[in-house]
């Protein structure tokens, strides 16, 4: 059974970062896409960022692009969400996200929420102006 935890969230000022980190188990995720998503209360599930497991090929979301970076440790079977940058807006709690894949298919086709198979508990990201 895939499971996934996420640590790292917390209250930061505009402007700051934030690392997250997600701590996979359960499989060899070998063929994985791996995901970020985030929510902010009211709103949508909105995709942050992806990466393949395998090759490391990344794939990011409107409001991720030029700040955030995605990144995986095949050894440690871990991903993290690297947040710099941050704006108000950016509150949310943050998932992570994890689905077997079709290796044939890019990477950025798997950016939205039913896609994925697996999910942790998420950390919440408060970012004060």
């Known amino acids: 059974q895939v499971q996934l935890v996420e640590s790292g969230g917390g209250l930061v000022q505009t402007g700051g970062s934030l690392r997250l980190s997600c701590a996979a188990s359960?499989?060899?995720?070998?063929?994985?896409?791996m995901g970020w998503f985030r929510q902010a209360p009211g709103k949508e599930r909105e995709f942050v960022a992806g990466?393949?497991?395998?090759?490391?090929?990344?794939n990011y979301g409107d409001s991720a692009k030029g700040r955030f970076t995605i990144s995986r440790d095949n050894a440690k079977n871990t991903v993290a969400l690297q947040m710099n940058g941050l704006k108000p807006e950016d509150t949310a709690v943050y998932y992570c996200?994890?689905?077997?894949?079709?290796?044939?298919?890019?990477?950025?086709?798997?950016?939205?929420?039913?896609?994925?198979?697996?999910w942790g508990q998420g950390t919440q990201v408060n970012v004060s102006s």
């Open positions: 359960g499989s060899t995720f070998s063929g994985y896409v």
């Open positions: 990466i393949r497991w395998n090759s490391g090929t990344t």
């Open positions: 996200a994890a689905t077997s894949t079709n290796e044939r298919l890019p990477t950025s086709y798997y950016s939205t929420t039913w896609q994925y198979d697996y």
